[in-house]
């Protein structure tokens, strides 16, 4: 026995396959461990707040059940010295069954990116997390190669109804900051598809159940190319749904009618869906058929189902889609500030006509197929319809401030290859600039920056950083006074270098990635000579955001890393 000295005894101890620090522990779970399950005496001893860490190698698949954290105390599991890899014949890689509070992370090892990497699974799903599991999180995964979804997050119900709706509620599902690519079916499912009830047999009897509902959702930051069906679908997810700052390329590349989109807002879904950039997919860019009440807006979608049947325009498909599939009456969708170009059909098709007082207003439409529909040989002339097509004209919708156009020549973009999103900033003397009127409470743009920078908002996702009440754009005075972050990531200080000392009142604000200013600071003037700004903001919680600085007519931007 290895005799520990006292003073070390005081701050930690080891037992068999546990690291305890304080009230928490850490358990190392080994590459022959396949099954984790909390049941087993081995983890009985697991609680809130512990983590479990799976340790770097090769496995043939993983499957945790039974694990229970606590509100704030989710029990962690995430890999640890090195690549946690998965390549399997199996029908799932990875499945999480009946656990509540926990985070699932491949965030273990600060020199890998995605520490947790699903390299194949030849006959099934990449990550499952279901059979009851609530409040869960999953972060830094890498999926690719899988015959069915990359990652399934739900509870389908089933005869010992105690997952219906009513009884079981699946809260705060939060995905982010993951790889998905080669879906053999959707990169994302999220939710129960059947909102409105299906019928399944029990004891040989036909029975209808309702799916249980999903309150508090946030899927954001990933990245997902070349899935066989939509890249994200989100369903019964009824409050607090948030679809935000994904990257989304070549979606619906199975060509499965009905199940062909970039994002697919489902049946009994009330959720906001912004920042996301959706180039080159088969399906439509976004597809709403959700409970109405919802914003959609900052979304730049490039050649939305371009590839499709490309010789056949009567197979549509469209920029943006919104449907009556589930809308509540009287309810309201705000469509704004999304850049749309060379959509295969319509650039928005609103075919709702329960929804009121809907607003589509400071979009931009660029080159939509349908302006000149081609069927049997003859031209029918659809013209400006194409760009915003109203089906029934009992739909209560106000057009506005929208800009649309046969080719983006004129809409004054920082760049005419329109592949990245970079590309549609919009440059002085773009007509774009300061013509948007209404936002509906949009205050930032695709970049997280506040809207408006000038007098108005900008159209489209983008504003541009150049006020017409200055001579030069926002980008060149940034550059002539060296506004720079002089650490990132930051602790405690956030230092800013200027290059003189500045006798207006310096400001800074600071945004979450959604755009909510979380803090401001004043200095009403800084010392003789000082060349630095410095702010305190150790009360912020660790993560990503977007600063702001203005002092006199100068101003600046930019992100930092708080830890």
Known sequence: MVRIPAIVLCLFMWLPNKFVLGQKSSYRIDVDKLLVDASDPV?????????????????????????????????????????????TDNYYGISIQNCRYIKFSGNGDPHQTYGIQVKRVANGAGIGIGNMSSDFEIDHISIENTSIGAIYAKTDPDCTLTSVRGVFTQYNTNIHDNYISNSGNEGLYVGCSYYGGQTIQCNGQNVVVMPGLLEGVKIYNNTIKNSGWDAIQVSSATKNCQIYNNTIEFDSQQETANQMSGI??????????????ISSGKGDGIEFHGLGGSRIFNNIIVDAGLNFTPGDPTQMKHGIFVSDVSIENDSTLYIQHNDIINPKSDGIRF???????????????????NYDYYQNGNTRFKGVDSYIMIQNTGTNVVNQNNYLARNANSAGFSSLNMELPEDFIPVYPSP??????????????????????GIKSDIGAFEAEYDLTLAAPIEQKIEQNQFRLLRNPVTDLLIISIPRSSNSPVFVNIYNLVGEMIFQSKQVQLPSLNTTVQVNISAIPTGTYIYTIRTGEDAGSGKFIKR
């Open 43 to 87: 983890y009985q001893t697991v609680k809130a707040g512990d983590t479990l860490l799976f340790v770097a190698g090769s496995r043939d698949h993983l499957l945790i059940k039974n694990f229970q954290g606590a509100p704030g105390k989710p029990i962690v599991m995430m890999n640890t010295d090195g690549e946690v890899i998965i390549d």
């Open 264 to 277: 697919l807002i489902g049946g009994g879904t009330k959720c906001d869906c912004f920042n996301n950039f």
């Open 351 to 369: 075919s709702s006509i329960k929804s009121k007082n809907n607003l589509i207003a400071s979009n931009v439409i660029i080159n939509p197929g």
């Open 432 to 453: 774009l600039i300061n013509q948007a009127e209404i936002d509906r409470n949009i205050n930032f743009d695709f970049a997280g920056k506040p809207r408006p920078f």
